[in-house]
């Protein structure tokens, strides 16, 4: 507004900037409130009407125009100003009722856990919302430090009602059942009877006790990796993968658990496809058996990070697949 007042002043009136003073208000309305918008409406009337008369404008019928201009765009400005100030506080109320929402179904994991530090790193797809279709859980039982890391089939709000049946029934099932396998029954009948149609969870559970070794149970999920305390990476493959959970109606068989060695300064890396399907430009998958050596920092949280902040960079961008990284850590109490 300025500069239209000082080119208009140097120009003289047969330029014709006078109506540019309508930007003012313009870019109030994109970028601040609705006081905002009204206070450089006002001014920028006064400064139409100063220089029309300085120009001599109202005369005819320019300087009247113009007035008429910068009153409209003020009047079209206010309004944007009040929808967009309504659209932001709807979605700051979205967005803090899916906080409470995800925080609720993925509660914080706990630090540290029988021999076990625990560290959690999790990225969903859907930014705005911050929720996503991945889930784990730490549950320190009877039986041992019960985990499960999944997958569910699809997005959305259906992605994350489902999660929430999983994660309630192992939550309920770690505490209850004597060993993995009578947990990951419970599973299979709970998500055999409540999902439909064609959706499905993988998931990976492990159990750790005091035996210096992980039980783990398969259905469909991408194989935990294993970093030794020497730096060497281990896929902890099953002999034999199952259905994820959800297609028990298929009767095939469930999977079979498997022990993998797991001693003092060994880490334990769970995850979901979002992690290991991550592209670069160049199309290439994250290598993430390469990357692993990267959780060498003692803070098991800044290890994963790391990580993290890695997979970010490989992909230049924003994630495309929500991400879940479960770090188990293995030190002597």
């Given at each position: 507004m300025a500069i239209v007042a000082v080119v208009d002043v140097t120009a003289g009136p047969s330029v014709g900037f006078l109506p540019l003073v309508a930007l003012g208000p313009a870019f109030a309305g994109l970028m601040g409130g609705w006081r905002r918008t009204a206070l450089v409406g006002a001014l920028a009337l006064v400064l139409c009407l100063g220089l029309g008369l300085y120009d001599g404008l109202f005369a005819g019928r320019r300087g009247f125009t113009a007035l008429a201009s910068v009153a409209?765009?003020?009047?079209?400005?206010?309004?944007?100003?009040?929808?967009?100030?309504?659209?932001e506080a709807e979605l700051a109320s979205v967005r803090s009722i899916a906080e409470v929402a995800q925080r609720v179904l993925l509660r914080p994991v706990p630090r540290s856990a029988g021999h076990l530090r625990v560290a959690v790193s999790y990225t969903s797809a859907m930014a705005e919302a911050r929720i996503g279709g991945d889930l784990y859980e730490v549950v320190a039982s009877p039986g041992g430090v019960r985990v499960i890391v999944g997958d569910v089939q699809?997005?959305?709000l259906e992605a994350v009602e489902t999660a929430a049946l999983v994660l309630g029934a192992f939550r309920e099932a770690a505490h209850d059942e004597p060993d993995l396998s009578s947990v990951g029954a419970r599973l299979e009948r709970a998500t055999d009877r409540e999902l439909q149609g064609e959706k499905f969870v993988t998931a990976v559970l492990a159990e750790v006790r005091d035996d210096q070794c992980v039980t783990l149970l398969n259905y469909g999920h991408p194989a935990p990796v294993i970093l030794r305390r020497d730096g060497t990476v281990h896929f902890a493959e099953p002999r034999r993968y199952a259905l994820p959970l959800g297609l028990g109606i298929h009767g095939t068989g469930g999977p079979e658990p498997y022990r993998a060695e797991f001693t003092p300064g060994d880490q334990l890396l769970l995850y979901t496809d979002g992690v290991t399907e991550a592209r670069d430009h160049a199309d290439c998958f994250y290598p993430l058996g390469e990357r692993a050596v990267l959780l060498k920092d003692p803070d098991p949280e800044a290890a994963l990070q790391a990580l993290r902040g890695d997979l970010v960079r490989h992909v230049e961008g924003p994630l495309h697949d929500d991400a879940a990284m479960l770090l188990l850590r293995y030190h002597e109490r």
């Amino acid at each position: 507004m300025a500069i239209v007042a000082v080119v208009d002043v140097t120009a003289g009136p047969s330029v014709g900037f006078l109506p540019l003073v309508a930007l003012g208000p313009a870019f109030a309305g994109l970028m601040g409130g609705w006081r905002r918008t009204a206070l450089v409406g006002a001014l920028a009337l006064v400064l139409c009407l100063g220089l029309g008369l300085y120009d001599g404008l109202f005369a005819g019928r320019r300087g009247f125009t113009a007035l008429a201009s910068v009153a409209g765009v003020t009047a079209a400005g206010l309004v944007a100003a009040v929808m967009r100030q309504r659209r932001e506080a709807e979605l700051a109320s979205v967005r803090s009722i899916a906080e409470v929402a995800q925080r609720v179904l993925l509660r914080p994991v706990p630090r540290s856990a029988g021999h076990l530090r625990v560290a959690v790193s999790y990225t969903s797809a859907m930014a705005e919302a911050r929720i996503g279709g991945d889930l784990y859980e730490v549950v320190a039982s009877p039986g041992g430090v019960r985990v499960i890391v999944g997958d569910v089939q699809g997005k959305g709000l259906e992605a994350v009602e489902t999660a929430a049946l999983v994660l309630g029934a192992f939550r309920e099932a770690a505490h209850d059942e004597p060993d993995l396998s009578s947990v990951g029954a419970r599973l299979e009948r709970a998500t055999d009877r409540e999902l439909q149609g064609e959706k499905f969870v993988t998931a990976v559970l492990a159990e750790v006790r005091d035996d210096q070794c992980v039980t783990l149970l398969n259905y469909g999920h991408p194989a935990p990796v294993i970093l030794r305390r020497d730096g060497t990476v281990h896929f902890a493959e099953p002999r034999r993968y199952a259905l994820p959970l959800g297609l028990g109606i298929h009767g095939t068989g469930g999977p079979e658990p498997y022990r993998a060695e797991f001693t003092p300064g060994d880490q334990l890396l769970l995850y979901t496809d979002g992690v290991t399907e991550a592209r670069d430009h160049a199309d290439c998958f994250y290598p993430l058996g390469e990357r692993a050596v990267l959780l060498k920092d003692p803070d098991p949280e800044a290890a994963l990070q790391a990580l993290r902040g890695d997979l970010v960079r490989h992909v230049e961008g924003p994630l495309h697949d929500d991400a879940a990284m479960l770090l188990l850590r293995y030190h002597e109490r």
